[in-house]
């Protein structure tokens, strides 16, 4: 595979890092194009791909992703199908930009996927939802879940699902980083060391969802191992019903999905 970068940001060297890393892809056959040299430069040194400015370097590659600001996106992707030689699969992660809007930019000459990482990709445990444009086929989507699947889990939805991908795991980082702030706090207020509170709050947020994912138990029966009937946790479980944090929880994704609809109009 052939693999090509246009945006040499966070999000882009996360992604590469994570597909040579997992053996998706070597560094040789990468290239990464940014108009900042300073850009190219930590991509290079954080991936060992090569770089370049033009976009005109990526005629050959057979898998592009398109990591640029939105508005820059349909722009980038217009370009590149003027230079390329075959039809490549472009994967696009620019917040907000549709399915309809990357392919009357490609012209029919680019198979489409449309993605919704998260930033927790930068350190490999992200999760990201895609859907499918018009062209692509059955092995693009095994393409884009091997790439995207690189820095954490990747699932597939119906483009109208997209929204919810972005209310609840593409915001949800903020969530869960409130969460772990306020654990830490509650440590604080108990007497732990600011430190030892956030690092044990932290460590305790990973390892519950580690066992959600590893273990494909519901929360719900994972949440009642943990409790004993007149113990410290149902107790503290008690105050989190009372003031609401589930329904907080569930509005906050509501709202961000409905402010998604509404930037995507």
């Given at each position: 595979m052939k693999l090509g970068v246009i945006g040499c940001g966070k999000m882009g060297t996360a992604f590469v890092a994570g597909a040579i890393r997992s053996g998706v892809v070597v560094a040789a056959d990468v290239i990464g194009i940014d108009p900042i040299k300073a850009a190219r430069d930590q991509f290079a040194e954080a991936t060992g791909a090569q770089v370049a400015e033009e976009i005109s370097a990526l005629a050959a590659c057979d898998v592009v992703l398109l990591c640029t600001k939105p508005q820059d996106a349909c722009g980038a992707l217009k370009h590149l199908v003027v230079v390329s030689k075959d039809s490549p699969l472009v994967i696009s992660i620019a917040a907000g930009v549709k399915l309809a809007a990357l392919e009357q930019a490609?012209?029919?000459?680019?198979?489409?996927?449309?993605?919704?990482?998260?930033?927790?990709?930068?350190?490999?445990?992200?999760?990201?939802?895609?859907?499918?444009?018009?062209l692509a086929q059955e092995k693009d989507s095994a393409t884009a879940r091997l790439?995207?699947?690189?820095?954490?889990?990747?699932?597939?939805?119906?483009?109208?699902?997209?929204?919810?991908?972005?209310?609840?795991?593409?915001?949800?980082?903020?969530?869960?980083?409130?969460?772990?702030?306020?654990?830490?706090?509650?440590?604080?207020?108990?007497?732990?060391?600011?430190?030892?509170?956030?690092?044990?709050?932290?460590?305790?947020?990973?390892?519950?969802?580690?066992?959600?994912?590893?273990?494909?138990?519901?929360?719900?029966?994972?949440?009642?191992?943990?409790?004993?009937?007149?113990?410290?946790?149902?107790?503290?479980?008690?105050?989190?019903?009372?003031?609401?944090?589930?329904?907080?929880?569930?509005?906050?994704?509501?709202?961000?999905?409905r402010r998604s609809v509404e930037l995507g109009k």
């Open positions: 490609a012209d029919g000459r680019a198979r489409i996927v449309r993605a919704m990482p998260n930033t927790p990709a930068a350190v490999g445990k992200g999760a990201s939802g895609f859907c499918m444009g018009q790439i995207l699947g690189s820095v954490g889990l990747a699932v597939e939805v119906p483009e109208r699902l997209m929204d919810a991908v972005t209310g609840l795991s593409g915001s949800g980082p903020a969530y869960a980083y409130l969460f772990i702030d306020a654990l830490a706090d509650g440590g604080v207020k108990a007497g732990l060391p600011r430190a030892d509170a956030i690092r044990l709050a932290a460590q305790t947020v990973w390892g519950a969802a580690a066992m959600v994912l590893e273990t494909g138990e519901h929360p719900a029966v994972l949440k009642d191992m943990v409790i004993s009937p007149g113990g410290t946790t149902i107790a503290g479980l008690a105050e989190l019903e009372k003031h609401g944090l589930r329904s907080a929880l569930i509005e906050a994704v509501t709202a961000a999905t």
